[in-house]
């Protein structure tokens, strides 16, 4: 089993940045891909960006490619993302996810373990 928990999540006006950070536990190793999505009001979980469990591999949602940078510092457990340039339409519920797979997913249905998620509002 592994726990997931997100922090770093708020409210931030039109242009700003936000850094969001997921901490794991449990059973984690090197076949974990990690990832972000987010869900906002009346709509469907989305994929935002994944990442390898070296880190050399990285995948992006296009609504945030250039905005966002995902990152995994493996001795502290810990996955960030570094939302820059936000807009209104990012705001949204903002999960973590692990999947035990050294092969990248984005749909929601292919990673077995999240967190609880942290909001994120951006105001116009």
């Known amino acids: 089993q592994v726990q997931l928990v997100e922090s770093g999540g708020g409210l931030v006006q039109a242009g700003g940045s936000l850094r969001l950070s997921c901490a794991a536990s449990?059973?984690?190793?090197?076949?974990?891909?990690m990832g972000w999505f987010r869900q906002a009001p009346g709509k469907e979980r989305e994929f935002v960006a994944a990442?390898?469990?070296?880190?050399?591999?990285?995948r992006y949602a296009d609504s945030v490619k250039g905005r966002f940078t995902i990152s995994r510092d493996n001795a502290k457990n810990t996955m960030i993302l570094q939302m820059n340039s936000l807009k209104p339409e990012d705001t949204a519920v903002y999960y973590c996810?692990?999947?035990?797979?050294?092969?990248?997913?984005?749909?929601?249905?292919?990673?077995?373990?999240w967190g609880q998620g942290t909001q994120v509002t951006v105001s116009s």
């Open positions: 996810a692990a999947r035990r797979s050294t092969i990248v997913a984005v749909l929601p249905s292919e990673y077995s373990y």
């Open positions: 990442i390898s469990w070296s880190g050399g591999s990285t």
């Open positions: 449990g059973r984690t190793s090197r076949d974990y891909y």
